[in-house]
């Protein structure tokens, strides 16, 4: 099959995400999570040459996507790909000589084009390298830290990503396994924290499980706090930050920044007691994909969209 954009990967809560910009098509936009390029195309759409938008991911297949697919936009020169961590948005900003950005789009899950990478171990439902890595070219692996954390800590990571009850008896079952030979792929993994799940919640359980490796191999939870708060202070009075979540862990800290302008949650008040927030809510509700939606593209169904404007 020829790999198309939409191929690639399915853009969740499209038109809620962009509807959500307010654009204006002469404004400074940024999708910090490019993947591919269905939220970017969106957004170009509605923006004129006077326009831009720039885009991180920092995965290889992601920056070939945007070769492919947006030569075209990069020739006109309203579209700038950076190959990066969204955790270094500041920095590129300002290497572009942009100081304020008039909206910014996030959609934090995991491309479903990962997920159906078997050689990138991402999923339980193959046998492959436990890597999961989103940029290959530096960092630990999940093989890596299976293999070298304490057990004290990898029970940590299993609790505080993967919401797992039995964390400190999978970690010790690992610390056991390993020190007879290393754990290296999915299905070795899975060998020693399968007999923990319940049967009835195996496939949930494993799920959380990946998850929580995931998070930690890429340090999700720093990057997306560290995206926030450049964020909040590039986005110009009336700019609108529009971000999918797909866990808890995400969704409280964009809902945190979003109420109290921190990602710890922490209320300031005004000498009348009102709390300062550079932000003010578009949506009272998070807004979650249609019935329909989530048929089509069974990813979507975690999802939550929530929208706030700059003060």
């Known amino acids: ?33 490019f993947g591919g390029g269905g939220h970017s195309r969106e957004i170009l759409d509605r923006i004129s040459r006077d326009g831009h938008l720039y885009s991180f991911d920092q995965d290889a297949d992601a920056e070939k996507n945007a070769g492919k697919f947006f030569a075209e936009q990069q020739e006109r020169g309203c579209f700038t790909f950076v190959r990066s961590n969204f955790r270094y948005l500041k920095n590129w900003m300002r290497y572009y000589g942009v100081e304020q950005i008039d909206g910014l789009l996030a959609d934090l ?22 890597d999961m890595r989103m940029n290959k070219r530096a960092g630990k692996t999940a093989a890596d830290i ?11 990571v299993f609790y505080q990503y993967g919401e797992t009850k039995n964390a400190r008896r999978i970690a010790s079952a690992i610390v056991k396994q390993r020190s007879q030979r290393p754990i290296l792929t999915t299905q070795e993994f899975i ?5 923990f799940c319940r049967k009835e919640q195996e496939k949930k359980e494993l799920a959380k499980l990946f998850q929580a490796l995931r998070i930690e191999v890429n340090q999700e939870m720093r990057a997306l706090k560290e995206m926030l708060v450049s964020a909040t202070e590039l986005i110009k009075p009336g700019g609108r930050l529009s971000v999918i979540t797909y866990h808890s862990l995400e969704d409280r800290s964009v809902k ?32 979650v994909p249609s019935d329909e939606e989530q048929e089509k593209n069974p990813r979507s169904r975690s999802a939550k969209l929530r929208i706030a404007e700059k003060r």
């Open 1 to 33: 099959m020829t790999t198309t954009a939409e191929t690639y990967h399915v853009p969740v809560l499209l038109k809620e995400s962009v509807d959500g910009l307010n654009i204006q098509p002469g404004g400074v936009y940024v999708d910090v999570t």
């Open 109 to 130: 899950g995991v491309s479903s084009h990962h997920f159906d990478d078997e050689s990138r171990g991402f999923s339980f439902r193959f046998d492959a390298p436990l």
């Open 191 to 195: 060998e020693v924290a399968e007999p």
């Open 146 to 156: 299976v293999n070298e954390y304490e057990e004290g800590t990898l029970a940590d």
């Open 256 to 287: 945190n920044i979003m109420k109290t302008g921190n990602t710890e949650g922490k209320r300031q008040q005004d000498f009348y007691g009102r709390i300062e927030t550079p932000f003010v809510a578009v949506n009272s509700k998070v807004i």
